[in-house]
């Protein structure tokens, strides 16, 4: 049987982790066994910490008052071929995808010709995000909620929202996908 299928290299990789956004700092941190698990800050959640959690599974409320959270990030938008202002509307997702997918491509020194034959390919974002949540809940609590917009849907956009944004700002033009599985 002959294959048609076409050929796909994976040249780069890059993440932000809680701890670090260094891919090698990251594995050196799991065979250390250095873990970066926290008391959830008092701010992170909409409620007080000690009221969303339970000490057994329940809808809305979490187990454990410790996560795994990116508390260092900040998002430098140079480089990225999109408007200042459309970037500082996004949720904080994209900002992170947008970091993670630049330095990806940075390392793998992805020359001009071959952008428009390099795509972008992302695993589904975890719901809900800060963005979606402080949207949804004014739209749902507020006594008179103002008007939703087009920028409201995109900076809540999730499904396959980063992936395109992320392929547009770093013109890649073979592709963008979000894969749920």
Known sequence: MISHAPHIAVVSMAGIFPGT???????????????HIIQVPAHRWVAPVNKMVGASVCPDRAVSDRAGLITDFHFDPTGLDMDDAFLSMLDPVHHLVLTAGQTACRECHLPKDLKQRTG??????????????????????????????????????????????????????????????
């Open 120 to 181: 972008v390919i992302l695993a589904a974002i975890a719901l809900p995000t800060d963005t979606a949540s402080a949207f949804s809940r004014e739209l749902l609590c507020a006594r008179n909620p103002r008007p939703t917009s087009p920028s409201d849907a995109l900076a809540c956009a999730m499904v396959s929202g980063p992936a395109a944004i992320l392929a547009r700002a770093l013109r890649l033009t073979a592709g963008s996908y979000t894969l749920d599985a």
């Open 21 to 35: 956004s260094d891919n090698q700092r990251f594995i050196t941190h799991i065979l250390e066994k250095k873990q």
